[in-house]
Protein backbone atom coordinates (compact mmCIF):
# COMPACT_ATOMS: atom_id res chain seq x y z
CA UNK A 1 0.00 0.00 0.00
CA UNK A 2 2.96 2.09 0.76
CA UNK A 3 4.29 2.32 -2.88
CA UNK A 4 0.76 2.94 -4.30
CA UNK A 5 0.09 5.40 -2.51
CA UNK A 6 3.66 6.98 -3.30
CA UNK A 7 2.92 6.52 -7.10
CA UNK A 8 -0.63 8.61 -6.76
CA UNK A 9 1.42 11.15 -4.44
CA UNK A 10 4.10 11.62 -6.80
CA UNK A 11 1.50 13.28 -8.98
CA UNK A 12 0.43 16.00 -6.95
CA UNK A 13 4.35 18.19 -7.08
CA UNK A 14 4.07 17.10 -10.66
CA UNK A 15 0.69 19.25 -11.32
CA UNK A 16 1.70 21.66 -8.78
CA UNK A 17 5.21 22.65 -9.68
CA UNK A 18 5.77 23.78 -13.17
CA UNK A 19 9.96 23.91 -12.92
CA UNK A 20 9.15 19.60 -12.91
CA UNK A 21 7.84 20.10 -16.50
CA UNK A 22 7.42 23.43 -17.89
CA UNK A 23 11.24 23.46 -19.54
CA UNK A 24 11.98 19.67 -20.01
CA UNK A 25 12.98 20.49 -23.70
CA UNK A 26 15.34 23.52 -22.40
CA UNK A 27 18.81 23.07 -20.90
CA UNK A 28 18.04 26.34 -18.34
CA UNK A 29 14.81 23.61 -17.03
CA UNK A 30 17.64 20.96 -15.38
CA UNK A 31 21.29 21.33 -13.92
CA UNK A 32 23.10 19.15 -11.48
CA UNK A 33 24.16 20.33 -8.21
CA UNK A 34 26.72 16.83 -8.20
CA UNK A 35 26.27 13.75 -9.68
CA UNK A 36 29.99 12.51 -8.90
CA UNK A 37 29.26 11.16 -4.99
CA UNK A 38 29.48 7.86 -5.91
CA UNK A 39 31.44 7.37 -2.76
CA UNK A 40 27.44 7.75 -0.98
CA UNK A 41 25.61 6.73 -4.04
CA UNK A 42 23.72 10.18 -3.86
CA UNK A 43 22.90 12.27 -6.61
CA UNK A 44 21.71 15.62 -6.57
CA UNK A 45 19.82 18.25 -8.98
CA UNK A 46 18.12 21.69 -9.68
CA UNK A 47 14.59 21.83 -11.55
CA UNK A 48 13.60 25.30 -12.31
CA UNK A 49 11.51 27.38 -14.84
CA UNK A 50 12.99 30.01 -17.16
CA UNK A 51 10.34 32.57 -16.24
CA UNK A 52 12.44 33.31 -13.07
CA UNK A 53 9.90 30.97 -11.49
CA UNK A 54 10.51 28.02 -8.15
CA UNK A 55 13.68 26.57 -7.84
CA UNK A 56 13.86 22.48 -6.97
CA UNK A 57 16.38 20.86 -4.99
CA UNK A 58 16.24 16.99 -5.45
CA UNK A 59 18.51 14.75 -3.68
CA UNK A 60 18.39 10.52 -4.24
CA UNK A 61 20.25 8.64 -1.83
CA UNK A 62 21.10 5.07 -3.66
CA UNK A 63 22.30 3.32 -0.59
CA UNK A 64 20.62 1.57 2.69
CA UNK A 65 22.45 3.69 4.80
CA UNK A 66 21.10 7.07 6.23
CA UNK A 67 23.37 10.07 5.59
CA UNK A 68 22.77 12.50 8.64
CA UNK A 69 24.82 15.99 7.87
CA UNK A 70 24.73 15.85 4.04
CA UNK A 71 25.78 19.46 2.16
CA UNK A 72 24.31 19.70 -0.87
CA UNK A 73 25.33 23.32 -2.18
CA UNK A 74 22.35 25.48 -3.36
CA UNK A 75 21.93 28.76 -5.40
CA UNK A 76 19.74 30.75 -3.50
CA UNK A 77 19.79 31.75 0.22
CA UNK A 78 16.98 30.79 2.41
CA UNK A 79 14.09 28.33 3.29
CA UNK A 80 14.01 25.03 1.36
CA UNK A 81 10.40 23.38 2.24
CA UNK A 82 10.81 19.65 1.73
CA UNK A 83 7.69 18.87 -0.07
CA UNK A 84 8.49 15.01 -1.01
CA UNK A 85 10.43 12.47 1.15
CA UNK A 86 9.66 8.95 -0.30
CA UNK A 87 10.83 7.73 3.75
CA UNK A 88 7.79 9.04 4.83
CA UNK A 89 5.30 6.84 6.96
CA UNK A 90 2.43 6.81 4.98
CA UNK A 91 4.64 4.86 2.17
CA UNK A 92 6.13 2.55 4.23
CA UNK A 93 9.36 4.31 5.21
CA UNK A 94 11.14 4.98 8.48
CA UNK A 95 10.24 8.96 8.81
CA UNK A 96 13.61 10.07 8.55
CA UNK A 97 13.78 13.26 7.34
CA UNK A 98 14.64 17.17 7.74
CA UNK A 99 11.11 17.99 9.94
CA UNK A 100 9.63 19.91 6.70
CA UNK A 101 12.83 21.51 5.28
CA UNK A 102 16.63 23.26 6.43
CA UNK A 103 17.53 27.14 6.47
CA UNK A 104 20.80 27.46 3.95
CA UNK A 105 24.00 28.23 5.47
CA UNK A 106 26.37 30.29 4.19
CA UNK A 107 28.75 27.35 3.20
CA UNK A 108 29.89 26.92 -0.56
CA UNK A 109 30.27 23.45 -1.91
CA UNK A 110 29.38 22.41 -5.51
CA UNK A 111 30.03 25.81 -6.84
CA UNK A 112 27.68 27.76 -4.89
CA UNK A 113 28.01 30.24 -1.77
CA UNK A 114 25.16 28.67 0.38
CA UNK A 115 24.23 25.08 1.31
CA UNK A 116 21.53 22.93 2.68
CA UNK A 117 22.66 20.45 5.80
CA UNK A 118 20.17 17.55 4.97
CA UNK A 119 19.62 14.47 6.72
CA UNK A 120 19.26 11.63 3.75
CA UNK A 121 17.13 8.50 4.61
CA UNK A 122 18.21 5.31 3.25
CA UNK A 123 16.51 4.23 -0.39
CA UNK A 124 15.21 7.88 -0.56
CA UNK A 125 14.10 10.91 -3.31
CA UNK A 126 13.47 13.49 -1.66
CA UNK A 127 12.70 17.30 -2.86
CA UNK A 128 12.75 20.47 -1.64
CA UNK A 129 11.19 24.01 -2.73
CA UNK A 130 13.22 27.22 -2.29
CA UNK A 131 10.55 29.45 -0.19
CA UNK A 132 12.24 32.81 0.57
CA UNK A 133 9.09 33.67 2.77
CA UNK A 134 9.10 30.73 4.95
CA UNK A 135 11.00 29.77 8.21
CA UNK A 136 11.77 26.68 9.61
CA UNK A 137 9.39 27.30 12.59
CA UNK A 138 6.57 28.26 10.37
CA UNK A 139 7.76 24.96 8.42
CA UNK A 140 7.83 23.31 11.84
CA UNK A 141 4.31 24.44 12.42
CA UNK A 142 2.77 23.07 9.14
CA UNK A 143 4.64 20.01 9.71
CA UNK A 144 2.50 19.40 12.69
CA UNK A 145 -0.33 20.14 10.88
CA UNK A 146 0.19 17.96 8.24
CA UNK A 147 0.92 14.96 10.62
CA UNK A 148 -2.99 15.71 12.75
CA UNK A 149 -4.20 14.83 9.41
Not at 27 to 49: A, K, L, P, T, Y
Not at 68 to 93: C, H, K, M, W
Request: aromatic share 10%.
Amino acid sequence: KGIQRLVNDLNIPYKAEPALWRDDFDQFGFQWIDCNDNRHSVISFMRRENAGGTWLVVVANFTPQSHSQYRVGVPLAGFYEEILNTDATQYGGGNLGNMGGKQTAEWGIHGYENSLDLCLPPLSLMVFRHNPTKSLQSASESSDLDNSL
